[in-house]
């Protein structure tokens, strides 16, 4: 099983960005979904989860400005970034813990990470 993140890059203070993973591979179902941040020299830390139910969380300096959402159907969670500042250049990581068969076990899966400066 693989994600694949996609759709970071440079975007001015106030702008918008909106990533996509998609996970791929032999999956019978996926459970949480979220995106996680590197700032640079500093340590990855949470940006948002949500369940497979759809219930959410956001870390409190994305909330309000940063929406989660994902298609089950096609295995990919979103990441809508509103009012992007400069403290919010990262590299973006999403994760998945999937379950490959039926009666097998979950296992956490990293995507690649992409992209995202925000210049002033």
């Not at 993140?5 to 440079?10: D, E, K, Q, V, Y």
């Not at 990533?19 to 500093?42: H, N, V």
């Not at 009012?83 to 999937?98: F, K, N, Q």
Request: proline share 2%.
């Amino acid at each position: 099983v693989q994600l694949q993140a996609s759709g970071g890059g440079l975007v001015q203070d106030g702008g918008s960005l909106r990533l996509s993973c998609a996970a791929s591979g032999s999956i019978f179902r996926i459970g949480d979904m979220g995106w996680y941040r590197q700032p640079p020299e500093k340590q990855r830390e949470l940006v948002a989860t949500i369940t497979n139910n759809g219930a959410i969380n956001y870390a409190d300096s994305v909330n309000g400005r940063f929406t989660i959402s994902r298609d089950n159907a096609k295995n990919t969670v979103y990441l809508q970034m509103n009012g992007l500042s400069r403290e919010d250049t990262a590299v973006y990581y999403c994760d998945a813990v999937v379950q490959k068969f039926r009666l097998s076990s979950y296992v956490h899966i990293w995507g690649q990470g992409t992209q995202v400066t925000v210049s002033s």
